[in-house]
């Protein structure tokens, strides 16, 4: 059974940074891109960032520039590293397969002062 569990969310403020880590536990095969995604309060969940397992990488436009994905095929594990943190990337971040059912429970990322 895969199982998906995200971790590294909290409070952070404007500015500032967090790593989000998804560890990947179980076997899947012939699902090649992992994807991030993010739900705020009262919106629908939105794409943030994807890497394919030749490193290849998709950005929604506004993270560009602040957030970096990347992944480690052999453990197998996926990381977003978000910089210059604003209020509005407020939201529970998920990690899973693209093109799949398989999603992680979500860790929250609140940016307030």
């Known amino acids: 059974q895969v199982q998906l569990v995200e971790s590294g969310g909290g409070l952070v403020q404007p500015g500032g940074s967090l790593r989000l880590s998804c560890v990947v536990t179980g076997f899947i095969v012939g699902y090649d891109v992992m994807v991030w995604y993010r739900q705020a309060p009262g919106k629908s969940r939105e794409f943030v960032a994807a890497?394919?397992?030749?490193?290849?990488?998709n950005y929604a436009e506004s993270v560009k520039g602040r957030f970096t994905v990347s992944r480690d095929n052999a453990k197998p594990t996926m990381w977003l590293q978000m910089n210059m943190l604003k209020p509005e990337d407020t939201a529970v971040y998920y990690c899973g397969f693209q093109g799949t059912d398989f999603w992680g429970q979500g860790t929250q990322v609140t940016v307030s002062s």
């Open positions: 890497i394919t397992s030749g490193k290849r990488t």
